[in-house]
């Protein structure tokens, strides 16, 4: 299972519900490594997608607590043992969780991969991942040149976790 986000210099991931920052480049390459895919995510971040709807050319799931929320075109579960029992009929490196934070961290150690968009700058934010360079569970696998967009520096990491836990 893959964990895919862009946070900056303190793991920062979003405020008030609205993400950072959008930077094309890294709007491509979520929309590329998911296409054809899973996405999991929470009932927020369905919510602040363009028009409220869910991801084109891939299966959506959206993990909520409300038993009375059923959108069009996605998949809900109510609890992290349900999702995970839906996702095991699909191929681990096929999946991809993308926010909020509380969806991030019930998958994390469920997660072999995390593909991390990394800004290099502050935000005035109010939600954050869990740190993946302090957790000894995880390591930095690569990274990719620096980018910037207009006066934003970036760069693509891919972390690995030692030790994840299985799907059964």
């Not at 986000?5 to 920062?12: I, K, L, N």
């Not at 590329?32 to 959506?60: C, D, I, S």
């Not at 690569?142 to 760069?155: A, I, R, S, V």
Request: proline residues 5%; hydrophobic residues 35%.
């Amino acid at each position: 299972m893959n964990l895919i986000v862009t946070a900056d210099r303190r793991w920062a991931i979003g405020k008030g519900g609205q993400p950072l920052v959008t930077i094309p480049a890294d709007r491509q390459m979520f929309l590329k490594e998911t296409k054809g895919k899973v996405v999991v995510m929470g009932r927020k971040t369905l919510e602040a997608l363009p028009g409220g709807q869910p991801l084109g050319g891939r299966m959506n799931l959206v993990l909520t607590h409300d038993r009375k929320y059923c959108p069009k075109g996605v998949k809900v579960c109510h609890s992290l043992e349900e999702a995970l029992s839906y996702l095991n009929q699909y191929p681990q490196e096929d999946i991809y969780v993308i926010g909020g934070r509380s969806i991030y961290e019930q998958f994390l150690p469920y997660c072999a991969d995390a593909h991390v968009t990394r800004i290099d700058y502050t935000y005035d934010a109010d939600t954050f991942l869990p740190d993946l360079d302090k957790l000894t569970d995880w390591e930095l696998a690569e990274e990719g040149e620096e980018q910037t967009y207009f006066n934003l520096c970036y760069t693509f990491q891919r972390y690995i976790q030692k030790k994840n836990k299985k799907i059964v």
